[in-house]
């Protein structure tokens, strides 16, 4: 089968490799189609060298059909349509005793701690199994996991109809909280120096603002009757942003902190104590999340087709990882399945 592959400094590779045995609860899926995220770049990147083990299959926003079944699967069938929602927790740590499974101490990010779904067939726990609608395509399905980010930071943000968030970022994790934070009822507008990314929110209906040449604190206090935002989702990963955030929010706002960090940020904390905000970090995402995304993506409230630049075959991966790096896709999926 053939397998792509991190082997370091910036490179992927393609390999033939045989498939792995079926150990008892897993079961083989036949993956179709794999997007590539910003997680993956920061892998691509070499941010997290120190946490991935070369050569390392990555990818984990996916669809497919399960295969095979190993010993002691019960409940799904060969050829069942199905997503995987990559955990593996541990079900002992403080923090799963406390119900946080998903973000367990030690927890297994399938497709960064462990081999993830850029193969042709790859292995998994039947407990990360999501069944899939037949109504949604292979394709739009491969949408499910990052829709399901999407889904789990509004639910932490305790976003409310009628309420008014700005979303700084518009790649394609801000662009999928602006939709779902507009399914949820709210009001929502996405702060992008980058046009390119304007145009596409703007194309899915999004409102859009121009940090680089409007004011955008002004802009928002009158949006808001002066009151400011009452959530700010921090999507960007950039210091300027996360610096002026605070001044967007309004007296006991919220803001979340989405993008990942890899290095410590300024934060203006006066604002925080002055207007007694709260800050709430919002780290991948709960069964429920899955469920409901799937559900937005069968009902067509994610707009696909505007999100996904386009589709490339596995053998040609590393230009996906090249044409996201340079900034000339919005989301690119593989497609694995010959």
């Known amino acids: 089968m053939l397998t792509a592959n991190y082997i ?3 490179t992927i590779t393609v390999d033939e490799r045989e498939p792995q045995a079926l150990r008892p609860g897993e079961v083989r899926i ?3 189609y794999v997007g590539i995220c910003g997680t993956d770049l920061h ?3 070499g941010d997290m060298d120190g946490r991935v083990t070369t050569p390392a299959t990555i990818g984990h926003e996916m669809s497919g059909t399960i295969a095979e079944l190993g010993p002691g699967v019960e409940g799904w069938a060969v050829g069942d349509p199905v997503t995987v929602m990559p955990l593996d927790w541990d079900g002992t740590c403080p923090a799963c005793l406390a119900g946080n499974e998903h973000i367990c101490q030690n927890l297994d990010f399938i497709g960064i701690d462990s081999p993830g779904a850029l193969q042709e067939s790859w292995n998994v726990p039947a407990s990360t199994l999501v069944r899939l609608p037949d109504a949604v395509s292979l394709r739009d399905a491969a949408l499910v996991e990052p829709v399901a980010v999407a889904v789990h ?7 409310a109809p009628g309420d008014k968030a700005v979303i700084i970022g518009a790649g394609p994790i801000g662009v999928l909280i602006a939709t779902v934070a507009q399914a949820f009822g709210a009001e929502v507008v996405i702060a992008e120096i980058d046009p390119r990314r304007r ?3 703007e194309e899915v209906g999004l409102r859009t603002l121009d940090p680089s040449a409007v004011d955008q604190v002004a802009w928002v206090e009158e949006w808001t009757g002066g009151a400011g935002a009452d959530v700010v989702f921090e999507v960007s990963g950039a210091a300027a942003a996360v610096l002026g955030a605070t001044a967007l929010a ?7 902190v989405v993008a990942i960090h890899s290095q410590p940020r300024p934060i203006d904390l006066h604002r925080l104590f002055w207007r007694e905000l709260r800050i709430l970090g919002a780290r991948v995402y709960q069964r429920q999340d899955f469920e409901r995304a799937i559900e937005l993506v069968a009902g067509g409230a994610i707009p696909a087709d505007r999100l996904i630049t386009r589709v490339v075959p596995l053998p040609e991966v590393a230009t996906a990882f090249a044409d996201l790096e340079a900034g000339q896709a919005m989301k690119i999926l593989v ?3 010959r």
């Open 153 to 159: 930071d509004v639910r932490r943000s305790e976003l």
């Open 43 to 45: 892998v691509f990147h």
């Open 250 to 256: 309004k007296v006991r706002g919220t803001l979340v």
């Open 30 to 32: 036949a993956v179709a």
């Open 335 to 337: 497609q694995v399945a």
């Open 8 to 10: 370091g400094d910036r």
């Open 199 to 201: 145009a596409v929110a």
